[in-house]
Antibody, heavy 132, light 108 residues
Framework: QLQLQESGPGLVKPSETLSLTCTVS??????????WGWIRQPPGKGLEWIGT???????YYNPSHKSRVTISVDTSKNQFSLELRSVTAADTAVYYC????????????????????????WGKGTTVTVSS | EIVLTQSPGTLSLSPGERATLSCRAS???????LAWYQQKPGQAPRLLIY???SRATGIPDRFSGSESGTDFTLTISRLEPEDFAVYYC?????????FGQGTKLEIK
């Protein structure tokens, strides 16, 4: 059974960089060509999509955070990571990693493109507080 | 970006009753690319419905989804005690993916 587990510091100082890792177990991050995403939820508020990465490294970001966010993947460790730079108190939230339902779109010139959809497997989430 | 507006904000019902939750999109969500999630306190969201009306694996058939234009509905036919939670809709037709603000389903 596929499981995702977030890890990283629970406290980050303002203006510093928030770094989280999602470890995938029960399956390979690169098998079946999945996309993997980060979502966050501020205290008492709703959900916000941050960004998504394909196992090959292709990324898609929410424009709201694009200038501050980097998502990367390490297939050898079966992990993908989130970096959010120059954090403020507004970045205090529970951060979730998740797997996207992914389907083959088309193949052309020897390569294939996959589409990502809803999130069907979620980690339990990790709380990050931004405070000095 | 597509804005999703959920109503009501809070719904107070008793076990055994029928629950109807709404999600209105600010523009067309083509190909029915809308999902519903359930979230209980201290837990991650759980996928209930995708494609506006398809139940995810293991979801009881008392949960159903429907759509009419830009209006989407999640219906719980007979509420069980474990159904009281917050429900979110989410569109995945265009980036950025967006969620509604949630509907809290509470015990009356």
């Amino acid at each position: 059974q596929l499981q995702l587990q977030e890890s990283g510091p629970g406290l980050v100082k303002p203006s510093e960089t928030l770094s989280l890792t999602c470890t995938v177990s029960g399956g390979s991050i690169s098998s079946n060509s999945y996309y993997w995403g980060w979502i966050r939820q501020p205290p008492g508020k709703g959900l916000e999509w941050i960004g998504t990465i394909f196992y090959s490294g292709t990324t898609y970001y929410n424009p709201s955070h694009k200038s501050r966010v980097t998502i990367s993947v390490d297939t050898s460790k079966n992990q993908f990571s989130l970096e959010l730079r120059s954090v403020t108190a507004a970045d205090t939230a529970v951060y979730y990693c998740a797997r996207h339902h992914t389907q083959l779109g088309y193949c052309s010139g020897g390569s294939c493109h996959y589409y990502y959809y809803y999130m069907d497997v979620w980690g339990k989430g990790t709380t990050v507080t931004v405070s000095s | 970006e597509i804005v999703l507006t959920q109503s009501p904000g809070t719904l107070s019902l008793s076990p055994g009753e029928r629950a109807t939750l709404s999600c209105r999109a600010s523009q067309s969500v083509s190909s029915s690319y809308l999902a519903w999630y359930q979230q209980k306190p201290g837990q991650a969201p759980r996928l209930l419905i995708y494609g506006a009306s398809s139940r995810a694996t293991g979801i009881p058939d008392r949960f159903s989804g429907s759509e009419s234009g830009t209006d989407f509905t999640l219906t719980i036919s007979r509420l069980e005690p474990e159904d009281f939670a917050v429900y979110y809709c989410q569109q995945y037709v265009s980036s950025p993916f967006t969620f509604g603000q949630g509907t809290k389903l509470e015990i009356k």
